[in-house]
């Protein structure tokens, strides 16, 4: 939208101004001497409106250097104004920002209820995005991801990132199992946001600049509520503890036939655990009330789906994948 006249349209309120100033018409009495349009007369009123130079109880010209010294004395009081809150911000950040504080002083906690804030804190989460200066570290267990849920944090990753963050992601082993995650973890990683996955992820949470967190309130019930920490030594202790499980962690690519992998079955997920537990086939077909055969085919189709080469094996790798879990 123009901020003043537009040059063309501009030379009408400037007809109508002269004459009304030469011949000391009102303006409705000039408009009708120069036969304007009743379009050209209200765009040329408000001009002469914005430019000071109507008095708008008589619709007559006023004086342009009382108008021009008008407008100066504005300008100068914003200017003044925005001197003022320059010189406030600068203080602010030069003599007041670095001094210390009692560590208990420095820590500040919000809890956020769910489902009942979960709006706010996902506001303060874009907000936490677009004040990170240098790094954004997240920790994922499965979820119910949904391809909006992923778009929108996709699309914030993006935006944090454009400002030169650096973003890496800890995701269950066992996500990789979803097609969708997959799909998504692709994506991140043309992104530039570095991905690893680890058989266990002990609870939900994102650190921004190692200086605040948001952390699940219970890693077991996501209802229970978020906490969002910021400042002191706890958000420190967070950060460490999510590096301890980063260098523990593993690239997708490492994790053996992950990418090809798809939920298992009950029957499937329950010869695992009896695999893992050393179990013969017979023992596992008595326990399951299924035939030895039907257990032997199953342990092969899961030694090859793991890429193992031995019972053992197959049993090391389903726990190094996460497929041993619950949840």
């Known amino acids: 939208m123009d901020g003043g006249p537009h040059p063309a349209k501009g030379s009408v309120a400037r007809s109508l101004y002269a004459r009304m100033q030469e011949r000391g018409e009102s303006l409705p009495e000039a408009a009708e001497q120069l036969s304007l349009a009743g379009a050209d007369i209200e765009l040329a009123r408000d001009q002469l409106s914005q430019l000071n130079l109507l008095d708008p109880e008589t619709q007559t010209a006023a004086d342009v250097a009382a108008a021009l010294n008008r407008s100066l004395q504005s300008s100068h009081r914003l200017l003044d104004s925005l001197v003022e809150q320059h010189v406030r911000t600068a203080v602010l950040a030069k003599h007041y920002l670095d001094l210390p504080r009692q560590a208990d002083s420095r820590i500040h906690v919000e809890f956020f209820s769910w489902p009942a804030r979960s709006e706010h804190l996902s506001k303060r989460i874009d907000e936490l995005a677009e004040l990170t200066e240098h790094e954004v570290l997240g920790m994922h267990p499965v979820a119910a991801w949904t391809r909006e849920s992923l778009e929108e944090g996709l699309a914030r990753s993006q935006t944090t990132m454009r400002n030169g963050v650096r973003m890496r992601a800890l995701h269950a ?75 523990t962690a593993s690239e997708p690519d490492e994790v053996p036939r992950s990418a090809e992998g798809g939920p298992l079955t009950d029957q499937q997920r329950a010869v695992l655990r009896m695999l893992a537990a050393g179990a013969k086939d017979s023992a596992i077909a008595r326990s399951m009330g299924v035939s030895t055969r039907t257990v032997t085919r199953l342990v092969s189709e899961l030694t090859a789906m793991l890429g193992a080469t031995s019972r053992f094996q197959a049993g090391v790798r389903a726990a190094r994948l996460g497929w041993l879990d619950t949840s």
Not at 177 to 186: Q, V
């Open 173 to 247: 082993q066992i996500a990789l199992s979803n097609p969708l995650i997959r799909e998504y973890m692709g994506r991140w990683r043309q992104h530039g946001i570095e991905i690893r996955v680890a058989p266990v992820i002990p609870t939900r949470m994102l650190i921004y600049d190692r200086r605040t967190a948001v952390v699940q309130a219970d890693p077991e019930n996501l209802q229970a509520g978020t906490l969002l920490i910021r400042g002191g030594s706890v958000v420190k202790s967070l950060a460490a503890i999510y590096d301890y499980c980063w260098t």
